[in-house]
C-alpha cells in the first residue's frame, strides 16, 4: 500500500479496491492516451486494454509523451505496454494492434467496465458511444483540435455522445489535418483521466452526464450539464467493410488518389454530384456512403435523405 499511500488518504481503501478490479478499454494510443494511460496505470487500474493499430512516428512526438525516439516504427500498443510496465507491473496492458470500427466494437469491449474514447475520429467516437449505449458501459470521450478541446461522460445511464452533437460540424479536421498544441492535449486527456478514476472509485459528483471544455487561447475552462438531452430519431449509423451486402449501393465520395475502392462493385462520385439522379440500390439493399472520415458520407447522406429508396448508412476509412 506504500505505492498507493498518497491517494488512499484521499480516496480510502474501498475505492482502491474497486480501481484493482476494473477493467478499462482505451481506443487510441496517441496524445489523449499518454496522460490517461500513465495516470491509469499509476493510479492502480487492474486491467487496461489498449487498441490502435498505428506505429510511431516523429510527428507524434510533440504531444505523445508516452514515446521515445527508439520508439519510433515500433506499433504504438507495444511501445507503450511496454512504458506502462515500467511504470507499474501489477496494471496488466492488453495491446491489440487493429482498428477500431463498428464490427470489432462489441469484442473489443467485452468484460470492460469503461470506455475512453482517445482516437482521433469522431467516427470512432460515435461507433463508440452507440456501443456504449446499446451495452449500458460508461464512455468517457475527449476531442482537441489546434487549441481548443473537451472531456466528457456520456451513456452508461447519461445521453449519449449523439444526444449532445446530433449534428457535424462544418468541417471536421484532425491533428493531422488541423494542428495541435501539445500541452492542450495533456490537459484534456488528463480531464479524461480524472473522470475515469472517479467514475471507477464511485466517487461523487459522477462524471457522466457533464462536459467540461478547456480553451487555450482565452486561457479559460467552461462546462454544463446535459442530464436531460434527448437521444435523437433516425441516428445514421457507421458500418464496417466487412458488413457490405452484395446488394448494396457502394457510393465512394474521396478522390482516386485517397485510397483504392473499398471492394470492385464502387460508384465513385465526388461530393458536389450528390443529388436525386443517382442510382438506387437493388433489392435489399442500402446505400452505403463512403469516405475517410465519414464527415463527407454525412454531409452527402443528409442530402439524400428525401430521395433514397431504403436504408442510408456511412462508412469511414480511417
Not at 512516428?57 to 505523445?64: A, I, S, Y
Request: hydrophobic fraction near 45%; glycine fraction near 12%; include cysteine.
Amino acid at each position: 500500500m506504500t505505492r498507493y499511500a498518497r491517494q488512499l488518504a484521499v480516496i480510502g481503501p474501498d475505492a482502491q479496491n474497486r480501481l484493482a478490479r476494473a477493467r478499462v478499454l482505451i481506443v487510441g494510443a496517441g496524445g489523449l492516451a499518454a496522460p490517461v494511460l500513465q495516470y491509469l496505470a499509476g493510479a492502480g487500474v487492474g486491467r487496461l486494454r489498449l487498441v490502435d493499430p498505428d506505429i510511431v512516428e516523429v510527428t507524434n512526438l510533440h504531444r505523445q509523451t508516452l514515446f521515445r525516439i527508439d520508439d519510433l516504427g515500433q506499433a504504438k500498443v507495444a511501445a507503450a505496454a511496454a512504458c506502462l510496465d515500467g511504470l507499474n507491473p501489477n496494471c496488466k496492458v492488453e495491446p491489440i494492434e487493429e482498428r477500431l470500427d463498428p464490427a470489432n466494437v462489441a469484442t473489443l469491449a467485452e468484460g470492460c467496465d469503461l470506455i475512453l474514447d482517445c482516437a482521433d475520429s469522431f467516427a470512432a467516437s460515435y461507433v463508440l458511444s452507440d456501443h456504449a449505449l446499446q451495452s449500458g458501459v460508461p464512455l468517457i470521450s475527449g476531442s482537441v483540435i489546434g487549441r481548443q478541446g473537451y472531456a466528457g461522460g456520456f451513456c452508461g445511464g447519461a445521453p449519449s455522445l449523439r444526444a449532445v452533437f446530433p449534428d457535424l460540424p462544418d468541417r471536421a479536421g484532425s491533428c493531422a489535418t488541423e494542428g495541435v498544441i501539445g500541452s492542450v492535449v495533456g490537459v484534456i486527456g488528463s480531464l479524461q483521466a480524472d473522470m475515469a478514476l472517479n467514475w471507477l472509485a464511485g466517487l461523487a459528483p459522477s462524471p457522466l452526464g457533464r462536459i467540461i471544455s478547456f480553451d487555450a487561447g482565452r486561457q479559460q475552462f467552461g462546462g454544463f450539464g446535459f442530464a436531460d438531452a434527448p437521444e435523437p430519431m433516425g441516428r445514421l449509423r457507421f458500418i464496417a467493410p466487412v458488413d457490405l451486402r452484395p446488394a448494396d449501393l457502394l457510393i465512394d465520395l474521396r478522390a482516386p488518389e485517397e485510397g483504392p475502392p473499398v471492394r470492385e462493385a464502387t460508384l465513385r462520385c465526388g461530393p458536389d454530384r450528390i443529388g436525386p439522379d443517382l442510382p438506387q440500390p437493388g433489392p435489399g439493399g442500402r446505400t452505403v456512403l463512403c469516405c475517410r472520415s465519414g464527415l463527407r458520407a454525412w454531409r452527402a447522406a443528409e442530402k439524400l435523405a428525401d430521395t433514397r429508396a431504403g436504408t442510408l448508412v456511412l462508412l469511414a476509412t480511417g
